[in-house]
């Protein structure tokens, strides 16, 4: 027997079931202080694993990428740092310019 358009007898309904599926969180970065870890969130049929649209999935999407806390300070180490090149000294022909350079050190913790 066939199927009348717009009659239900004989369908066959297949129910979906969808959820977040989430992969494990990267690696701090950067690994000390304030830095961020990523991971990927996606939308999926539970039994077969299709990837499905964000909007299918009606529970909230799970964060994918989030602040990593209290990892201790940062330290960069002391490095050169240069103010901007003086005027020459000269019009014309052979001059000189100078600039002052210093060593700078950071503060913990920033």
Known sequence: TGNIAGEDEG???????????TTSWSSC??????????????????????????SRCIEEKPASMERCMDRGPCFL???????E?????????????????YCQIPRTGE
Do not use: K
């Not at 297949?14 to 599926?21: A, G, K, L, T, V």
């Not at 830095?35 to 939308?43: A, D, S």
């Not at 090149?85 to 350079?101: E, F, H, I, K, P």
């Open 29 to 54: 970065d950067p690994d000390c202080h304030l830095g961020t870890r990523m991971r990927v969130v996606t939308c999926r049929e539970v039994n077969t694993y299709v990837l499905l649209p964000d």
């Open 85 to 101: 090149w003086s005027q020459c000294s000269r019009d014309c022909g052979g001059g000189y310019r100078t600039r002052n350079l």
């Open 11 to 21: 369908d066959v309904v297949i129910q979906i079931e969808e959820e977040w599926n």
């Open 77 to 83: 180490g002391p490095r050169w740092a240069a103010q």
